[in-house]
């Protein structure tokens, strides 16, 4: 069975049906891209994905697991984690604590525990470290552990960003245009991040991009939405020499 | 005379240096392009020409007539416009009032209906969400909206910092295509991008930043030929 | 009859309460700050009529204008001294000061004119007006009436008039305001401006209303000005208006029909409840975030 | 683990001893001034006064600077813990317990009142954002203060008797006594509260909030604070959060309103101790001390509760320059320009380590 | 003088104060600096007590117990052997705690409640709350001033809730009946309609006002406006109304108060004490300036009583004082006659007053 299930699915702002009658399948371990014009709904279906909107119909299956509609922390901890199109970082935190965060529900001890510096808030403090420590490493950010995040330049924000919900041990992640104000060699770098982590996890992605490059490099399969409606799906060379497509959204 | 001088500029924030002294002109009627690694300075370089930001030392000529200490919403009657990084669209607004603000220094009307068509013209889906919230618009949507809310003060120079960011490539291409019609109007244009391919294509010339230093200018043809600016910002 | 009694008392305190909040939310919408030292204009304009009033005999319309002129450039400065240097600071930083003007304002009044109470003789000429057994004092009518002139000139003022625009371009982001070529420190300094030039129309028609004057006349109203204005949804103009009044309503009815010991805990209670209900107020819009 | 991050532990480490140390230096200073003979009584008077207001301050700081939440009714849990403590020493004050031990529990009671009415207060704070949320505590502090103002609670051989509005309606017989009575506000409190006492609580509202702001739930906290929609996407149960550190900060306020309590024979609810004023000059500590920084907020509290007290001696014009120094030292700790003056002319300033961090 | 920075008066008694003079209560407070000094001035002029000078020091509270615990220790600072003060109840409370703690005398101008004098070193100059109100129920009933009384007064002063409480108490054994008991808090202390009307409803003839003249003004002006007219009645705060400024004192006509002050008296004492503070203050004294006025003078003829000197500790003093004050007989702006129980309770008789053509007339 499909790792993500997403069938029908449609959400309407006031008059405008922002998406409408989306569908999607991803397996376990591919390396997804949704791809689409401006506007297009990428955005708002990530969005639906994760519970910060509530679809007004369709359904969304994960391993399984039917999690349409349920709320943000109840998606997260199901194993959806993403990124944001403009970049959501606890700015005043060190980039090691933004990870630590990621890690809150999966190495716990309670408030008592560590306000009172029983054992275990060391012993899972240390594990937390460890564990934040080699995230960071992956994404070449070990050197700046204890920055602030704001001080971060951006394109290693947005790598911070992805190291932080990889800690929430997602089985499915969502990357909402990690390329964007990257320049060329950058987002090369981050190919084959993306790819790493893809293999090293064991992780499952699912990545909105407007880098043709990046979208062409890595992608296995994509699905292209157009107003709101699925307007090709399929092999990622497949798809990208689709006439609608070139039509709409890769031009010449 | 050059358009827009720039000299010496050094700028700081609290006590760091951010920018080490630069000097650079635009002429009239140019299309300059500003590249540069995440970090170089572009932005602050951009934001401290429009009086976002206030130089340390160093001097920047408009026209002939000295800016840096002019407070920022004259520059911008002077003839200057900016599309911000980060787009910076006023959220709670809706895309016709920001497209109205946008024009806040002009006073005729008729000419303002008309810049108005002529965003429009220029990008159709604004003028199919005229009434939505800005803060709602999707990405794209917004970084169109900035560049319509640009042009509508209907500048001599405009300041771009990064405008294709976001943008599909379809509309990328647009977005250049856009450009290369308000150079050809007589609009001078200064473009910061990290899309260098594309920005040194169609610049008539081109002024490399790093760590806040320019370390190479020249004819944006020639640039996009150096070996080192392809290895370094073309990804080639 | 009794209860029409109840209700004009209340629209009366309410109106009052309302032309204070405008002031608030006016400089809150735009500034983005509590100007916790709105109250403390209020009781500067009010000396001011006083002195020019009771002391040097002066035409009452006179002295509410020259009050006007007074707050107006009061705000102003209190907007450059105190205020500005902190443009760029934590809108907390810029409410602590707030409080420290208010501090200093309360203590200038305090030396220069004492701390005894004065009796403020209403400026308003009108006589009461009856209406079978029901009396509705003349300050009443002139505050209401100046109440919903105020609101309605505000609104128009900001959605009509390219200032108005400025202001609300300011209130979303000075930066990108400025880009625009609004002077945002002339902007704001004008909303300060307006924000005081209310307060002193304000405060004359609180002290004709209820009239005694001490160093500490302002600091309650503005209050319960500012609870009114969160109310009502706080930064919306109507929202002020229909708060300020609802306020006064629920004060005059809480201690006429429940307990006059407990009124200020029924008006609090009631303010919590109604924001459980729609968390920002009134007719405040909700926030829009898009992810 | 690496070397970067044995350092980020070893900064915040040394930061909160420093803390530590700087209490316990100030309290063996005190300790040594008293007993020569060299302080005044102005100042002997002041001692636990200073800790009360340092520890609603570092409550406070929790919430504000750690939570983000702006409160304007911490006056009003001090409250709750002032009058449930002083409440429970009255009435247990003719029974044969020890007053130590009766102290203590004082102590836990005022505390757990105040956490109690947080944790009510703390539920609407789930919904509200910013300055609608300082309304609602704003307008809990001034509930408190009305209702106990018109609370009336008697004590006889029949047990506790409870009224508002008047004492007639208590019913008590003759022998009976008031333990709280409407407006008068308990009084004949035993002062127990000494600067021992004081100074013990302040370490142990250190020790609690650096602990907690340095584990697992602290990070959720601020991560919230700084980033809701984050956080939420990260899988941080925000209501829980947003309530533990609420109720963990109305608790501090709690304890210091306990001291309060019993330092003084006079127990009243008015706006000048429990009124939104008060919330105000407690947040105007924080915020003066920096936010975040629990050593600024002790400091901040010391030198503006001292300043009134020192400046006595110019009269009518004391609090005139209180407002002075007040506008003065904001623009100086918080205006941009004045940081930067600050920075380049390297001026080591207690007040303004946060701000630089922050910035 | 300020602080203990000046170099010590061997030869004067040290005599401090404390007040509210800034803050919500500065009013009183003020009136009370100023009334002592005048009776300061007076003293020293005339050759000091005992040939001993008075070195006067008067701190500022805010009304605020906590503040007032500081005031008081600033005073000790300074050196000061004997307290006048607190000027209001709840800040009393706890400086009296302190006195009784050092053995300091004190003798306070104006709190009224019976708390502040439960210790045996702390006296009162004015009435306690308790036995206003009785007195006030009395008054009205055994002169049959009306049949149907309505009382507005501030829940949240301890003063103006004592003596309601006492008067509700007394009321039953009277023959009017109490139609009405309407509140209001330091939080809505301007607008009175509400309570005016409903007094209006029950068809109160009588408003009894125990309450500050601050607020008392407001009541007439609105109950003028919506063309109520009883009696009203106040107790010793209501004093001070014809001296608001800019105040329209017909308003006022027919005001009834019970006093042990009136600044239009026309004994000597009260037209000394209240043209020597129209001089120097250009107002008009209250009842708690001549409360302060008396209080001073009730120092002296204690300190004189005693033969105390200005070379003996504050413990001392005190030790002197409480015996001596029991002893003696003062004439005073707020009575002539006064004399102290040795529960710190003054005895002097309250005038019933009523305004007539903006004048204190005695009834
Ligand atoms: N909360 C909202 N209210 C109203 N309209 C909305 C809202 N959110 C999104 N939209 C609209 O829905 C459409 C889809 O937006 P979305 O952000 O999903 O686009 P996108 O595909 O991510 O585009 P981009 O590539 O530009 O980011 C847009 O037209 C946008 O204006
Ligand atoms: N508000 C700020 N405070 C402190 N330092 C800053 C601030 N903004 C920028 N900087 C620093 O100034 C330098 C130049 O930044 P700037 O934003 O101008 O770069 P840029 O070339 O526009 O980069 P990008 O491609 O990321 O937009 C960077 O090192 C950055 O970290
Ligand atoms: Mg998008
Ligand atoms: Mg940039």
């Known amino acids: ?252 | ?236 | 009859m009794r209860f029409i009694t109840y209700l004009i008392n209340g629209i009366s305190l309410g109106s009052i309460y309302a032309i204070i909040a405008l002031g608030y939310t006016m400089v809150y919408g735009i500034a983005k700050m509590l100007n916790f030292a709105h109250g403390d204009v209020i009781m500067i304009g009010c000396y001011v009529v006083f002195m020019t009033m009771s002391g040097m005999n002066m035409n009452p319309l006179l002295s509410v204008i020259l009050a006007v002129v007074v707050c107006t450039v009061l705000g102003v400065i209190i907007e450059k001294v105190a205020y500005k240097p902190l443009r760029k600071a934590s809108p907390l930083a810029v409410l602590i000061t707030a409080i420290g003007v208010s501090y200093l304002l309360q203590n200038i009044a305090l030396l220069i004119f004492g701390a005894d109470t004065k009796s403020f003789s209403s400026v308003v000429p009108l006589q009461n007006i009856k209406i079978g057994g029901i009396t509705i004092t003349g300050v009443t009518v002139v505050a209401v009436l100046a109440c919903i002139v105020i609101m309605i000139g505000l609104m128009i003022f900001i959605k009509k008039t390219k200032a108005g625009q400025a202001m609300l371009a300011v209130s979303e982001d000075k930066d990108a305001a400025q880009l625009m070529g609004v002077n945002v420190n002339g902007t704001i300094s004008l909303t300060f401006a307006i924000g005081s030039g209310l307060a002193a129309i304000a405060g004359v028609l609180l002290c004709s209303a209820y009239p005694t004057l001490t160093p500490y006349t302002g600091s309650m109203p503005g209050i319960k000005a500012f609870t009114a204005a969160v109310f009502g949804g706080i930064g919306s103009i109507p929202g002020a208006f229909i708060g300020g009044i609802l306020l006064g309503i629920i004060e005059i009815l809480g201690k006429a029909y429940i307990s006059s010991q407990l009124s200020d805990a029924i008006v609090f209670a009631v303010l919590i409840i109604v924001l459980l209900v729609k968390p920002t107020g009134i007719l405040g819009k909700p926030i829009h975030e898009k992810v | ?359 | ?363």
């Open chain 2, 1 to 236: 005379m050059a358009m827009l001088e720039i000299k010496d500029l050094e700028v700081y924030y609290g006590v760091i240096q951010a920018i080490k002294g630069i000097s650079f002109d635009v002429n009239e009627g140019e299309v300059i392009a500003l590249i540069g690694a995440n970090g170089a300075g572009k932005t602050t370089t951009l934001q401290t020409i429009t009086g976002m930001l206030s130089a340390k030392k160093g001097s920047i000529l408009f026209e002939g007539t000295d800016i840096t200490k002019v407070p920022g919403h004259k520059i911008v009657s002077m003839g200057m416009a900016h599309v911000p990084e980060g787009r910076r669209v006023f959220a709670e607004l809706s895309v016709y009032e920001n497209l109205k603000l946008g024009a806040y220094t002009r006073k005729d009307k008729q000419e303002i209906a008309e810049s108005l068509e002529r965003v429009y013209k220029s990008f159709p889906r604004l003028k199919e969400r005229k009434n939505q919230l800005a803060g709602t618009l999707s990405g794209g949507e917004q970084q169109m909206l900035a560049m319509g809310r640009a042009l509508m003060s209907k500048p001599r120079i405009i300041l771009m910092d990064e405008p294709s960011m976001g943008l599909s490539p379809i509309f990328v291409e647009e977005i250049f295509n856009i450009i290369k019609e308000i150079s050809a109007s007589g609009t001078t244009v200064l473009l910061v991008e990290q899309n260098a391919k594309k920005a040194l294509s169609i610049a008539d010339r081109a002024y490399v930043l790093e760590t806040g230093k320019i370390v190479l200018s020249g004819d944006a043809k020639e640039l996009m030929n150096n070996e080192s600016i392809k290895k370094a910002y073309l990804g080639e």
């Open chain 1, 1 to 252: 069975m499909a790792m993500l299930e997403v069938k029908n699915l449609g959400i309407s702002f006031g008059g405008l049906r922002a998406v409408d009658g989306f569908e999607m399948q991803i397996e376990k371990g591919q390396l997804y891209g949704l791809i689409g014009p401006n506007g297009a709904g990428k955005t708002t279906v990530f969005n639906m994905l994760t519970g910060v909107y509530k679809p007004d119909d369709g359904s969304i299956v994960l391993d399984g697991k039917d999690i349409t509609g349920k709320k943000t922390i109840d998606i997260n901890k199901a194993g959806i984690a993403r990124t944001f199109q403009n970049i959501r970082l606890f700015k005043d935190q060190s980039v090691l604590d933004n990870v630590k965060v990621g890690l809150h529900n999966h190495h716990t001890y309670s408030t008592l525990t560590g306000i009172l510096r029983l054992p275990k808030y060391f012993k899972v403090e240390a594990e937390m470290n460890k564990k934040a420590m080699e995230l960071l490493k992956v994404f070449d950010l070990e050197d700046e552990a204890d920055y602030l995040a704001s001080n971060l330049p951006y394109g290693k924000q947005r790598k911070l960003e992805i190291a932080r919900a990889l800690a929430t041990e997602p089985k499915l992640l969502l990357l909402d245009e990690p390329a964007a104000g990257m320049n060329p060699n950058e987002t090369k770098e981050l190919m084959d991040t993306i790819r790493f982590v893809r293999d090293e996890f064991d992780m499952t992605i699912l990545l909105i991009e407007h880098d043709m490059k990046l979208v062409s490099g890595i992608c296995e399969k994509l699905t292209v939405l157009n107003f709101g409606q699925v307007l090709a799906s399929g092999n990622t060379s497949d798809v990208l020499n689709n006439p609608q497509v070139i039509k709409a959204y890769l031009g010449e």
């Open chain 5, 1 to 363: 003088g300020c602080g203990s920075k000046e170099a010590k008066n061997e030869d004067a008694f040290y005599i401090g104060g404390i007040g509210p003079v800034t803050g919500d209560a500065a009013i009183y407070g003020t009136a009370v600096q100023n009334g002592a000094q005048i009776a300061v001035d007076e003293i020293n002029e005339a050759g000091g007590i005992n040939g001993h000078q008075i070195e006067y020091n008067f701190q500022d509270d805010q009304g605020d117990p906590e503040k007032a615990a500081n005031a008081y220790n600033t005073l000790k600072d300074w050196g000061m052997q004997v307290l006048m003060g607190t000027v209001t109840t709840g800040p009393c409370v706890s400086v009296a705690d302190l006195t009784a703690a050092d053995n300091m005398f004190q003798i306070t101008p104006s709190a009224s409640s019976t708390d502040v004098i439960k210790n045996d070193n702390v006296f009162q100059v004015c009435f306690t709350d308790p036995a206003q109100g009785t007195k006030s129920a009395q008054y009205i009933g055994e002169n049959n001033l009306a049949k149907k009384v309505a009382i507005i007064y501030n829940s949240s002063d301890i003063y103006s809730s004592g003596i309601e409480a006492k008067f509700v108490e007394e009321a039953a054994n009277q023959n009017f009946e109490v139609v009405a008991e309407e509140a209001f808090t330091a939080d809505s202390k301007t607008d009175f309609s509400t309570q005016l009307q409903k007094a209006k409803d029950a068809e109160a003839d009588l408003v009894f006002l125990p309450i500050y003249y601050t607020e008392a003004s407001i009541i007439l002006t609105q109950a003028d406006s919506m063309g109520y007219a009883p009696t009203f009645f106040g107790c010793d705060g209501m004093d001070g109304i014809l001296g608001v400024k800019n105040f329209d004192t017909s308003l006022a006509e027919g005001l009834m108060l019970l006093t042990p002050f009136a600044a239009d008296s026309k004994d000597e004492k009260t037209t000394n004490f209240v043209s020597k503070y129209e001089e120097k203050y250009k107002d008009t004294p209250n009842q708690f300036a001549a409360d302060a006025y008396d209080a001073i003078y009730a120092i002296k003829a204690a300190l004189e009583e005693a033969n105390a000197t200005p070379d003996m500790s504050a413990s001392d003093i005190c030790d002197l004082l409480k015996d001596a004050i029991t002893k003696v007989n003062i004439d005073g702006a707020t009575g002539s006659g006064m004399t102290w129980s040795a529960t710190g309770e003054v005895n002097k008789d309250p005038k019933a007053v009523v305004i007539q053509n903006g004048e204190y007339v005695g009834m």
């Open chain 4, 1 to 359: 683990m690496s070397k970067m991050n044995l350092k980020t532990m070893k900064k915040t480490t040394k930061s909160n001893l420093i803390t530590y140390a700087m209490v316990i230096v100030i309290f063996a200073v005190v300790q040594i001034l008293v007993a020569t003979g060299s302080m005044s009584s102005l100042m002997q008077g002041l001692l636990v006064p200073l800790c009360t207001y340092s520890i609603v301050a570092i409550g406070l700081n929790l919430c504000v600077g750690y939570l983000g939440e702006l409160s304007l009714g911490h006056a009003g849990f001090m409250c709750v813990g002032a009058f449930s403590s002083a409440f429970f020493t009255r009435c247990m004050e003719n029974s044969s317990m020890n007053p130590t031990l009766r102290f203590i529990i004082a102590l836990l009671i005022g505390t757990a009142v105040a956490a109690f009415f947080g944790f009510l207060i703390g539920i609407p704070v789930l919904r509200l954002r910013g300055d609608y949320l300082a309304i609602v505590t704003l307008a809990f502090g001034e509930i408190i203060k009305n209702v106990i103002n018109v609370l009336y609670v008697g004590k006889d051989e029949n047990g506790l008797h409870f009224a508002i509005n008047d004492s007639k309606s208590l019913n008590m017989s003759g022998t009976g006594e008031m333990i709280i009575d409407g407006a008068k506000g308990i009084t004949g409190t035993p002062r127990q509260s000494t600067f021992l006492i004081g100074v013990i609580l302040i370490l142990v509202a250190l020790f609690v909030v650096f602990n907690l702001v340095n584990s697992r739930s602290g990070r959720a906290i601020m991560a919230i604070r700084d980033n809701r929609i984050a956080a939420e996407s990260v899988g941080i149960n925000i209501t829980k959060f947003k309530l533990m550190a609420f109720t963990i900060s109305a608790a501090i306020a709690g304890a210091g309103g306990v001291l309060y309590a019993h330092n003084l024979s006079s127990l009243i609810a008015q706006p000048a101790n429990f009124g939104y004023n008060m919330s105000i000059m407690i947040l105007v500590f924080v915020v003066l001390g920096g936010m975040g920084n629990f050593r600024g907020s002790i400091i901040a509290a010391v030198v503006l509760t001292m300043l009134p007290e020192v400046l006595r001696g110019l009269r009518d014009y004391r609090m005139l320059i209180y407002a002075v120094v007040l506008i003065a030292m904001m623009l100086f700790n918080w205006a941009p320009a004045a940081i930067t003056w600050r920075q380049t002319h390297s001026l080591k300033n207690l007040f303004a380590k946060k701000t630089k961090e922050v910035q």
